[in-house]
């Protein structure tokens, strides 16, 4: 098998949030973003956060389904971190002398953009959620996010069965979507 | 409710739970109504926002366990210092004027002490109190009668040895209090120093469930200045945990942060919440950070967490006289700590983290429930 159906095979992984290709993934390129921010003005710590950031992005190009990534992970993962890092340092004021980068690299712009409006929406997202308070934040959570059936929710917040917890889930679906729009509307 | 009526027909609209008829009949009167159209359309975006969200937020969880397995296993090293050399040259800089400038203070210091301890009257205002249980034997009775039931059980039941294990003989314990795992993978337990001075003969610690286990001190912290003490298990039926839920942060901990920590002041594990509400400890002892919250004896020893899952202090003592005043050693201390008990021969294994952890984003039940096995309280006699 050629690195590129490695590759391939590895980013199916990362779609459906297999834990050994998220591993293979860190293992094979976390140590080359490190010495790259490392190198440029970073810390450890700001290196293992930018590969979160950048695992992100290629969690959600991953997801799409015509994806296909026309260069080597290599490649991509070290274009997205460079950019990431570059733009926080603008964002901190700590112009680095711009090392010339040693690797090859990929314009990511579009990737990067896109990235920024769902990570500005997954934020709206998650402040609208603080805001509902409980149960109504656990409630939506299990159905939306961990995917639990009607019935088990019912019987986990102790509703009398499966449609009362339906009519809850709804009340708390319209006072979520009302917090969520207010924002979004105001940051258009 | 039309509202909530709209939004079950679109989400079933959108799984395709809709039968043919019904969905032909939906999709006419989206045609016809341009307002009910307009609806369902930003009910699709919402839909799809949420989407997003949760399979984001799920990645995320999946993505940080990943990196605390990895940083446990040493792959990933999260250190700080970059940026030293610049202290150090700051401090050569102006070491002369610090020199002058700490005597100066030092002086004035001793001067307004001396003032103040003659102006106050010595009264016995504002005492500390640690926090150990002195065991009354009222826990333990009980404790004794479940043993007792054990043994009969056992007896009773001759026949299938398994359903007791032979139960380990359990001590009368003179002292209870808190104490929690920095190390999993060599099951390193931190707690206060004063806790341990109370053990004269013999220390275990014991889990949520009941389970006793034998372990020894191996660092005590002898100058007094922060009150730690780090212990290991080394009883053969203790099975290691896995890797720890929280991280233990090396920075302070910021005014206003809310917490909340969990400790045995009574003999079954007791949930709390508080906030920081000072940088510096009793008497402005930079050691400890105070925090609003309420703790009783047998509280000594326990975890302070933020809300991330980062472990910000171990919970030490209360101010006698005023009301919800308690006391914490700033986590960074453990590193200190650590750092003593890695010079000893037989336990340079220890290794703790200040990143990783599989807390953050999750609800505080579940925060609890992942943690709770990792507190333990230590007793002994």
Redesign the interface.
């Given at each position: 098998m050629n690195t590129l159906e490695q590759e391939k095979i590895l980013l199916k992984g990362l779609a459906t949030e297999d834990r050994t290709s998220i591993e293979r993934i860190y293992r094979d390129h976390f140590n080359m973003v490190k010495s790259l921010i490392v190198n440029n003005n970073g810390t450890a710590d700001d290196a293992a956060d930018i590969f979160q950031e950048a695992m992100i992005v290629l969690f959600e190009k991953a997801k799409l389904e015509h994806f296909e990534l026309n260069c080597q992970l290599k490649t991509f993962i070290y274009s997205i971190c460079r950019r990431l890092w570059l733009k926080k340092l603008q964002h901190l004021n700590r112009f680095s002398t711009q090392s010339e980068s040693l690797e090859e690299t990929v314009p990511v712009e579009e990737e990067i953009e896109s990235h920024e409006k769902k990570q500005n929406d997954f934020n709206l997202m998650e402040m609208a959620m603080s805001k509902i308070g409980e149960p109504c934040k656990s409630l939506l959570e299990a159905y939306y996010i961990q995917k639990k059936h009607m019935q088990e929710i019912a019987a986990d917040f102790g509703y009398t069965n499966a449609d009362n917890a339906k009519t809850q889930k709804y009340k708390c679906l319209v006072r979520l979507k009302k917090l969520f729009f207010a924002q979004y509307k105001n940051i258009d | 409710m039309e509202?909530?009526l709209l939004?079950?027909a679109v989400e079933r609209f959108v799984n395709g739970e809709m039968s043919p008829q019904e969905k032909i009949y939906f999709e006419d009167l989206r045609k016809n109504n341009s307002e009910l159209d307009q609806a369902v359309v930003?009910q699709l975006f919402?839909f799809n926002?949420?989407?997003?969200?949760?399979?984001?937020?799920?990645?995320?969880h999946?993505?940080n366990?990943?990196?605390s397995?990895?940083a446990a296993e040493g792959?990933?090293?999260?250190?700080?210092?970059?940026g030293k050399a610049k202290v150090i040259q700051l401090w050569n800089k102006y070491k002369r004027i610090t020199a002058v400038a700490a005597s100066i203070a030092g002086l004035v210091s001793i001067f307004i002490a001396s003032v103040v301890s003659t102006v106050n009257n010595k009264g016995n205002n504002g005492d500390l109190k640690l926090l150990v249980d002195n065991v009354r034997g009222q826990g333990d009775s009980i404790r004794d009668i479940a043993t007792k039931l054990d043994s009969l059980a056992a007896k009773g039941s001759s026949t299938r040895p398994i359903v007791t294990i032979p139960a380990k003989e359990k001590i009368a314990a003179k002292f209870r209090a808190t104490g929690f795992m920095i190390d999993a993978a060599n099951s390193y337990i931190v707690t206060n120093a004063h806790v341990i001075n109370e053990a004269k003969h013999r220390l275990i610690v014991e889990n949520n469930k009941g389970e006793q286990f034998t372990a020894i001190p191996v660092y005590i912290n002898k100058e007094g200045n922060n009150d730690l003490a780090i212990l290991k298990i080394i009883d053969k039926d203790f099975k290691k945990l896995p890797s720890l839920p929280y991280s233990i942060r090396k920075k302070n901990a910021e005014l206003g942060e809310q917490v909340f920590m969990l400790g045995f002041p009574k003999q079954e594990i007791v949930y709390g919440e508080g906030f920081v509400s000072a940088k510096n400890g009793y008497k402005m002892d930079t050691i400890y950070c105070q925090l609003n919250t309420t703790a009783n004896e047998g509280s000594s020893g326990s975890p302070v967490v933020n809300k991330s899952g980062e472990l910000i202090g171990i919970i030490t003592s209360t101010e006698t006289d005023a009301d919800g005043v308690v006391f914490a050693i700033k986590s960074a201390n453990i590193y200190r700590a650590v750092d003593e008990v890695k010079k000893l021969k037989d336990f340079s294994d220890i290794k703790i983290s200040s990143?990783g952890g599989s807390l953050r984003g999750l609800?505080r039940e579940t925060q609890i429930k992942k943690m709770e096995d990792y507190v333990f309280m230590i007793k002994g006699n």
């Open positions: - | 509202d909530t939004i079950d930003e919402f926002e949420l989407n997003n969200y949760g399979g984001t937020k799920s990645f995320k999946v993505l366990e990943v990196e397995n990895l792959f990933i090293k999260k250190t700080p210092a970059t990143s609800p």
